[in-house]
């Protein structure tokens, strides 16, 4: 994640002025909050849509009422339980061709595939639910390796879109890149047109999903400086709880609407053609103030502050002005900090600091593996797929003030070795639970799911302070994108399934006790001032 860069005058400085008046959190902080929140918001369901998109019972549609499944034999519409072999399928009161076992149904399923979207209106007549996915029109029913990859390439390109919308954000500011990643949403719309059998069929989509995926998840890290900059720094434990709980919606709105619409081509629409929204935020969205004076915007910074003062009642002085426009203000405390630049050699100068970069870095891999994993997983467990992942999702959502209490109640530390420790616990214990108590399965599978989300919460607090501030940027950037590697892992894991079903599961849970352990040779952070310097971090160890 993209660190902010701070410009700090010393107190000696009699002609500095500080800003804090403007960081209160009032309408302003309020009104830009709001819209900030609105691309995360269609991120998150952009960023996870591809667990239906790309869902593996796309030759059924659920009755409801009948718990039946429809398979759909080329042109006609068919009834019928997915019993073993032998069982029969009924067709408007007519007998159909037996139903095979699964390995031996999957060509005839292929067939089905590709005439299943031609279906929708008479399976609308018929008074029944029509779930599809692009399995069905792409004939990937016998490969499966190619289903899954599509997580896999999507997750790729969050690994682009890092970097690349970072890089935006500082050159040209958070509102440019914050707009350019919403508008990007309108490209994930094109992957609505892909059909055929050649390259403008399944190639063509994953094209459509990388690049999607490479432009736009950067709104993750761009809301989240955009939101850290508007506040003093008490008051920043807001930003990472926003965006959270933005994730966490939007995962559960994508659910509802994969409920109401389940067509893959339209459910899409719904999320991408409100891409155009984020035009208006050209007019709406304002930049940040500390962006503004850092790169030298002195006359934009002056009006920003004047129209800051006016939407919160903050009066603003000609000293203040005047010290914008010669870049002599100071953000945060007005006081000189001892100064150390980051270079490699750094980094192996101190072998605490060393180790404190694996552990944080297993950390960061395991959170995201084992987040990501449960959650593509979810639509593989008992029952509805779409309310588990949507009890997933609230799962997610609890996690998020679990986690804010928790981590000034008990501290960093404990925090992340109880969520680890709970989490592997839980998806080991599941690895044994037989399939039939559903129950047992779904509460156990959420416990995990809610203990891997508090993890997700904490390190990103905890790596923080545990490493210098002149190796923080380098250090949380090189953290996070070994998360995105194991964001890329995680959908790749339901092809262990098919060796041996607990395979991925306890893979999760082997990740997360490794995790927990590592979480012991690393001291508390509470309440302790940030260290600026590897000797400052080196001294927290004792």
């Given at each position: 994640m993209p660190q902010p860069r701070t410009l700090v005058i010393s107190v000696k400085d009699t002609e500095s002025v500080s800003l804090g008046a403007m960081a209160k959190f009032g309408k302003f902080q309020c009104w830009q909050y709001a819209l900030a929140m609105l691309p995360l918001l269609?991120?998150?369901?952009?960023?996870?849509?591809?667990v239906f998109a790309a869902a593996a019972d796309e030759a059924s549609v659920e009755d409801e009422e009948l718990h039946e499944h429809i398979f759909v034999v080329p042109g006609t519409p068919v009834r019928g339980r997915t019993a073993g072999a032998g069982a029969t399928a009924v067709v408007a009161g007519a007998r159909a061709a037996p139903l095979l076992p699964p390995r031996a149904r999957c060509r005839r399923t292929q067939l089905q595939c590709r005439q299943l979207h031609q279906s929708v209106k008479t399976l609308r007549r018929l008074g029944l639910r029509f779930r599809n996915s692009i399995v069905a029109e792409f004939d990937l029913a016998c490969q499966e390796w190619k289903r899954t990859l599509v997580g896999t390439v999507h997750n790729i390109g969050v690994m682009i879109s890092m970097p690349l919308m970072?890089?935006?954000?500082d050159r040209w500011g958070r509102r440019k890149s914050i707009i350019a990643s919403g508008l990007g949403l309108a490209v994930g719309a094109f992957k609505t047109l892909t059909a055929g059998p050649g390259w403008t069929g399944y190639p063509l989509y994953m094209l459509l999903e990388l690049l999607e995926a490479a432009l736009v998840t950067g709104t993750y890290t761009t809301c989240f400086v955009l939101m850290l900059e508007l506040v003093g720094k008490n008051r920043r434990v807001i930003s990472a709880l926003v965006l959270g709980i933005m994730i966490a919606a939007g995962e559960l709105l994508l659910a509802l609407i994969v409920?109401?619409?389940?067509?893959?081509?339209?459910?899409?629409?719904?999320?991408?053609?409100?891409?155009?929204?984020f035009?208006?935020?050209?007019?709406?969205?304002?930049?940040s103030l500390r962006w503004l004076i850092v790169n030298e915007k002195n006359d934009k910074a002056v009006m920003l502050v004047q129209k800051i003062a006016k939407w919160n009642g903050i009066p603003v002085s000609r000293k203040m002005i005047d010290g914008i426009r010669n870049s002599k203000v100071a953000f945060d405390a007005d006081v000189e900090v001892e100064k150390e630049k980051f270079h490699p050699k750094l980094l192996f100068s101190s072998t605490m600091l060393l180790k404190r970069l694996l552990v944080c870095s297993w950390w960061w891999f395991t959170a995201a593996f084992v987040y990501y994993g449960l959650l593509i997983n979810s639509v593989s467990l008992p029952g509805n797929k779409i309310v588990n992942f949507a009890l997933s999702s609230l799962s997610t959502l609890i996690a998020e003030f679990v986690a804010a209490y928790l981590l000034n109640k008990i501290g960093r530390k404990f925090t992340l070795l109880g969520g680890f420790l709970l989490c592997g616990v839980c998806c080991v214990s599941e690895a044994f639970i037989p399939k039939a108590a559903t129950t047992e399965l779904i509460v156990i599978f959420l416990l995990g799911k809610m203990c891997i989300s508090v993890c997700f919460n904490a390190i990103y607090v905890y790596t923080s302070e545990l490493v210098p501030t002149s190796a923080r940027g380098c250090l949380v950037g090189a953290c996070s994108m070994l998360a995105r590697v194991g964001s890329v892992l995680a959908p790749l894991t339901p092809l262990l399934g098919a060796w041996w079903p607990p395979m991925p599961i306890l893979l999760f849970g082997g990740a997360a006790l490794t995790a927990a352990g590592a979480t012991l040779t690393t001291p508390e952070t509470l309440r302790r001032a940030l260290p600026d310097t590897v000797a400052q971090a080196t001294q927290q160890q004792q």
């Amino acid at each position: 994640m993209p660190q902010p860069r701070t410009l700090v005058i010393s107190v000696k400085d009699t002609e500095s002025v500080s800003l804090g008046a403007m960081a209160k959190f009032g309408k302003f902080q309020c009104w830009q909050y709001a819209l900030a929140m609105l691309p995360l918001l269609f991120t998150a369901m952009s960023n996870i849509n591809y667990v239906f998109a790309a869902a593996a019972d796309e030759a059924s549609v659920e009755d409801e009422e009948l718990h039946e499944h429809i398979f759909v034999v080329p042109g006609t519409p068919v009834r019928g339980r997915t019993a073993g072999a032998g069982a029969t399928a009924v067709v408007a009161g007519a007998r159909a061709a037996p139903l095979l076992p699964p390995r031996a149904r999957c060509r005839r399923t292929q067939l089905q595939c590709r005439q299943l979207h031609q279906s929708v209106k008479t399976l609308r007549r018929l008074g029944l639910r029509f779930r599809n996915s692009i399995v069905a029109e792409f004939d990937l029913a016998c490969q499966e390796w190619k289903r899954t990859l599509v997580g896999t390439v999507h997750n790729i390109g969050v690994m682009i879109s890092m970097p690349l919308m970072g890089f935006v954000s500082d050159r040209w500011g958070r509102r440019k890149s914050i707009i350019a990643s919403g508008l990007g949403l309108a490209v994930g719309a094109f992957k609505t047109l892909t059909a055929g059998p050649g390259w403008t069929g399944y190639p063509l989509y994953m094209l459509l999903e990388l690049l999607e995926a490479a432009l736009v998840t950067g709104t993750y890290t761009t809301c989240f400086v955009l939101m850290l900059e508007l506040v003093g720094k008490n008051r920043r434990v807001i930003s990472a709880l926003v965006l959270g709980i933005m994730i966490a919606a939007g995962e559960l709105l994508l659910a509802l609407i994969v409920w109401l619409v389940p067509y893959w081509r339209h459910f899409q629409l719904f999320l991408y053609c409100p891409a155009f929204i984020f035009l208006t935020y050209i007019f709406l969205l304002d930049e940040s103030l500390r962006w503004l004076i850092v790169n030298e915007k002195n006359d934009k910074a002056v009006m920003l502050v004047q129209k800051i003062a006016k939407w919160n009642g903050i009066p603003v002085s000609r000293k203040m002005i005047d010290g914008i426009r010669n870049s002599k203000v100071a953000f945060d405390a007005d006081v000189e900090v001892e100064k150390e630049k980051f270079h490699p050699k750094l980094l192996f100068s101190s072998t605490m600091l060393l180790k404190r970069l694996l552990v944080c870095s297993w950390w960061w891999f395991t959170a995201a593996f084992v987040y990501y994993g449960l959650l593509i997983n979810s639509v593989s467990l008992p029952g509805n797929k779409i309310v588990n992942f949507a009890l997933s999702s609230l799962s997610t959502l609890i996690a998020e003030f679990v986690a804010a209490y928790l981590l000034n109640k008990i501290g960093r530390k404990f925090t992340l070795l109880g969520g680890f420790l709970l989490c592997g616990v839980c998806c080991v214990s599941e690895a044994f639970i037989p399939k039939a108590a559903t129950t047992e399965l779904i509460v156990i599978f959420l416990l995990g799911k809610m203990c891997i989300s508090v993890c997700f919460n904490a390190i990103y607090v905890y790596t923080s302070e545990l490493v210098p501030t002149s190796a923080r940027g380098c250090l949380v950037g090189a953290c996070s994108m070994l998360a995105r590697v194991g964001s890329v892992l995680a959908p790749l894991t339901p092809l262990l399934g098919a060796w041996w079903p607990p395979m991925p599961i306890l893979l999760f849970g082997g990740a997360a006790l490794t995790a927990a352990g590592a979480t012991l040779t690393t001291p508390e952070t509470l309440r302790r001032a940030l260290p600026d310097t590897v000797a400052q971090a080196t001294q927290q160890q004792q």
